[in-house]
């Protein structure tokens, strides 16, 4: 996993230079968004249950995908998709912690794709999903953080697409 201090720092590090000019500029905004960052880090942990259940309720809910000869059905796959969503969340956060988005490719787009399509998980419903926990997610942290954890729910949904 990379962040935003390991990828400014190590290229210097590799030339042997002091960080300068555009690098430190990147290093300031991002010092200068922690506090929002961590923030909105503790809203998504504390409500971490109901942005799920309300993702699920926005975009998944009241389709034929939780009824027998769908994806969500039955109570096991339903677990399932839960499961991944959390998962989603909670790198996301990590992610929009850390300003970089490597964690995401790492630990949960990795072979993704291919696991879906082995299981027959549906991409489409997938990141309709993912759309509506964007919504619900800047519901709950404001517009600026929003934004922020739009860009790695964004990076999942390219990872899917
Ligand atoms: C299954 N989701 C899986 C599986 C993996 C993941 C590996 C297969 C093994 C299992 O069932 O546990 C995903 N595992 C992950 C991820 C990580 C990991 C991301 C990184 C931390 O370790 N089905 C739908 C919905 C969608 C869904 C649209 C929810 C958004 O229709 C998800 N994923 C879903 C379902 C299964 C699954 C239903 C079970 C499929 C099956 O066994 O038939």
Do not use: W
Not at 22 to 40: H, I, M, P
Request: hydrophobic content about 35%; aromatic content about 8%.
């Amino acid at each position: 996993m990379q962040d935003t201090i390991t990828s400014v720092i190590n290229p210097a590090d590799e030339k042997g230079q002091y960080l300068e000019g555009e690098a430190l500029n990147t290093l300031k905004k991002y010092f200068d968004s922690g506090t929002v960052r961590v923030k909105a880090a503790t809203q998504i942990s504390s409500s971490a249950a109901s942005i799920i259940s309300e993702t699920v309720e926005k975009s998944l809910l009241y389709g034929d995908i939780t009824l027998p000869g769908g994806n969500m059905y039955p109570t096991r796959r339903y677990a399932a998709c839960l499961r991944d969503l959390t998962y989603f969340l909670r790198y996301a956060t990590y992610a929009m912690l850390a300003a970089d988005s490597s964690i995401l490719d790492e630990r949960v787009l990795n072979g993704l794709k291919d696991t879906y399509s082995s299981l027959g998980v549906p991409i489409e419903p997938t990141i309709q999903a993912v759309q509506a926990m964007k919504e619900v997610v800047t519901q709950r942290v404001g517009t600026e953080a929003g934004q922020e954890m739009d860009t790695y729910l964004d990076h999942i949904v390219s990872g899917l697409s």
